[in-house]
């Protein structure tokens, strides 16, 4: 389940080692104490392909860790926007355009620290650029405890620039009552996305109403490319653990 670390396995080592071969792995637990989980995993499973949840841990030497251990394996980090119909819309439509502002906002408690990766993957697969640098000097000073006892959030406004002239600005404020997000290439608005009601509105009027999937739609849709292609559009585990996403 995703609201809990594990700290120990229910199964043996002989009992994981008895299993046949997996087409497909899923850890999605949170990602505290997660490099301990995988190595106990890795150590007894056979698989032909790995999928992690975001955030892969919860330190950069934790995420090289978890690196070092999966090495010579097919995995791949839950950045799930890059398989949904409604973004590969955006990403056909984008093809050879430069300098994007990504612009997200929504309530208070949407959740800075937990989404703004999911955004930060997004800006790469765009365009293929790195981030460079982070501004947070505009974030809240208290953290808010989330719905899941024990994790924090905070409020404010993030900035990331990237080494091409793009560059993401996420904000959270009791100033919007529903989450969204603009696409700017350069000054000029191209469109805006709201995700919860599958819809593009785009700045010359137009609209397109694309899916969004679920999450479990999702994991068919993943392990269905995994078997039929032996890979699928999610980053890979050292692209994220080279960025820290």
């Keep these: 389940p995703s609201n809990v670390h594990v700290v120990k396995i229910g199964l043996s080592d002989r ?24 190595f106990a995993l890795h150590r007894s499973i056979s698989a032909d392909c790995w999928l992690i ?37 955006l990403f056909s439509d984008l093809a050879g355009m430069r300098n994007f502002n990504l612009i997200c906002q929504g309530p208070e408690t949407i959740g800075i620290a937990s989404n703004t990766p999911h955004f930060i993957d997004l800006l790469r697969w765009w365009h293929g650029g790195e981030p460079t640098s982070i501004k947070a000097d505009k974030l809240a000073q208290n ?29 959270a404020s009791p100033d919007f009552d529903q989450f969204l997000f603009e696409v700017q290439i350069g000054d000029e608005l191209y469109c805006e996305v709201l995700e919860t009601d599958n819809l593009i509105k785009y700045s010359d ?21 995994v078997i039929a292609e032996g890979q699928c559009e999610l980053p890979e585990l050292r692209h994220s653990v080279k960025r820290n996403i």
């Design 15 to 38: 009992d994981l080692s008895g299993l046949p071969k997996l087409d497909l792995v899923i850890v999605a637990t949170t990602a505290k104490d997660r490099v301990s989980l995988i």
């Design 143 to 171: 953290w808010y405890q989330t719905k899941r006892a024990g994790f924090w959030d905070v409020s404010g406004t993030l900035e990331v620039e990237f080494d091409n002239a793009s560059s993401l600005k996420f904000m």
């Design 53 to 89: 949840e975001k955030l892969v841990e919860q330190t950069s030497e934790n995420m090289r860790r978890i690196a070092v251990i999966m090495q010579g394996q097919t995995v791949y980090v839950n950045h799930p926007r890059r398989m949904m119909p409604i973004h590969q819309k």
């Design 205 to 225: 009027k137009r609209r397109a109403t694309v899916s969004t999937l679920s999450q479990s739609e999702m994991t068919g849709l993943i392990l269905d490319k």
